[in-house]
């Protein structure tokens, strides 16, 4: 590792006094009661691991895996440990030292791979169907990555190409909305539903075709060339957008893709050709919750009196402390707002952690989905997409993005999701309808 990066790994670690608040909180060690699968016996290992120099042992890999970065102990933590960072380099260190099992190999490098590109993603989604019907004779990952396919149409990813989108009416600003990976293939309606919502309240929105991901993904597998090459080519495509004209914001709705943006001054910091265009394009990253707070939301056109089930994804509660700007926003189109118990908790999804780690990820998802059920809401609304796939395998209770919610309220189409005729309040339900009530298809936008 080199000496810098080695440095600051061994400065975190002096940081951690044992004070274990951070054990409460850890989703591993709650379910698991073992020390090692807490922050602070994770430390320990990862110091032994940095500080012999030699290859990491399996039972210290397997404990390190297991953790779901979900930055929940960091929330926690009382001497402010800074435990994201190390946990990275933990794992950058493995990837560059130990050699795993073949099939684990090829699992990893298959995800990297065809993660981070839509249209790959997008010919794996469709041939994942097929699988299907074969679901009962898997087991394991495989079986865990089918029950994640999505029921629904699966729609092409947004051209290649730079998009704008005029904002109706006079423009108040002008963003650039990242579009993500995953979420062009498996929810293509959460962008469509966030460029309908800025353009109504007077923002010129500009999608970059040709970036889709951040890096978050695989910078989370140890992936670090992989990851610094995808914010490379971010940073690179929004400071090409500056030269054009200047933007106000780069505006993200998927909050694991935003935690990392915001945190590219960090992962770039050593790269003297994108360091300082890193740090501007990170300072001005907003989650979309964050930017929509600013603006004067139209009235609500309907009767929204449905209660909302808030879940705060780990990302945005403790990676971006983005918590009260999501919860203001439904309050004020007209939703009544209920939290959910242990709000703080991982639900499991943790980018590619439901995929890779199915059992524990299965044990969170359902406790999650309990206490979804206990706040006796309608319908259930979070941040990020991966947390409402992973919800929505073991809850009854519709799953939407807050853009879609908020973009309904404000003249909008029904999420399809709330389409079912039963779905309660009555009165909300037998409404007037809106003229856009109706589903729009991705053809209009892409």
């Known amino acids: 590792m080199p ?59 397997q404990h390190l895996d297991n953790c779901l970065s979900c930055l929940s102990c960091m929330t926690t933590c009382a001497a402010k440990v800074d435990y994201g960072h190390l946990i990275d380099r933990a794992r950058i260190h493995i990837e560059k030292t130990y050699r795993r099992a073949l099939s684990d190999r090829l699992v990893r490098s298959a995800l990297a791979f065809v993660l981070p590109n839509p249209r790959l993603l997008s010919i794996a989604m469709w041939s994942g169907r097929f699988a299907r019907p074969f679901r009962s004779l898997l087991t394991g990952r495989l079986r865990a990555m089918l029950d994640l396919l999505p029921s629904g149409r699966l729609v092409r990813p947004a051209p290649r190409r730079r998009q704008v989108f005029r904002a109706e009416g006079e423009a108040k600003s002008r963003v650039v909305l990242h579009l993500g990976c995953v979420q062009q293939v498996v929810a293509q309606h959460i962008n469509e539903a966030a460029i309908r919502l800025l353009t109504r309240h007077g923002v010129e929105v500009i999608a970059l075709g040709s970036t889709s991901c951040c890096g978050a993904l695989t910078l989370h597998m140890g992936k670090e060339d992989q990851a610094k090459a995808a914010a490379r080519r971010f940073v690179a495509d929004v400071v090409d957008e500056t030269k054009r004209h200047p933007i106000d914001a780069v505006v993200i709705t998927a909050s694991g893709c935003g935690t990392t943006v915001k945190d590219y001054g960090h992962l770039l910091a050593a790269d003297a050709e994108f360091s300082a265009d890193a740090i501007r394009i990170a300072s001005m990253t907003r989650d979309v919750s964050e930017l929509l707070q600013e603006l004067q939301l139209h009235p609500p056109k309907e009767n929204m009196a449905y209660t909302v089930a808030y879940h705060d994804a780990c990302s945005m509660l403790h990676g971006q402390r ?45 406790r999650k989905a309990a206490n979804v059920a206990g ?39 029904r999420p399809a999701a709330l389409c079912d005729p039963t779905l309660s309040p009555q009165s909300a339900v037998d409404a007037p309808r809106n003229k856009a009530s109706a589903a729009v298809p991705s053809e209009s936008f892409w």
Request: glycine share 10%; aromatic share 6%.
């Open 3 to 61: 000496t810098a990066e080695l440095e600051e790994a061994h400065t975190i670690i002096k940081t951690c006094v044992h004070y274990g608040f951070c054990t409460n909180t850890c989703p591993t060690y709650v379910l698991l009661g073992d020390e090692n699968e807490s922050p602070r016996g994770r430390i320990d290992l990862i110091k032994e691991m940095l500080g012999s120099g030699a290859v990491p042992k399996k039972e210290t890999v």
């Open 375 to 413: 706040a006796g809401a309608d319908i259930l609304c979070a941040g990020n997409l991966g947390c409402l796939s992973q919800i929505g395998q073991y809850s009854d209770i519709p799953a939407v993005h807050t853009v879609e919610l908020l973009d309904w309220a404000t003249g909008g189409p």
């Open 322 to 366: 983005v918590f009260t700007q999501p919860r203001a926003l439904l309050k004020r189109a007209g939703f009544k707002m209920r939290d959910i118990a242990e709000r703080h908790f991982c639900c499991g999804s943790a980018g590619t952690y439901n995929m890779l780690h199915p059992e524990i990820a299965a044990k969170l998802g359902q």
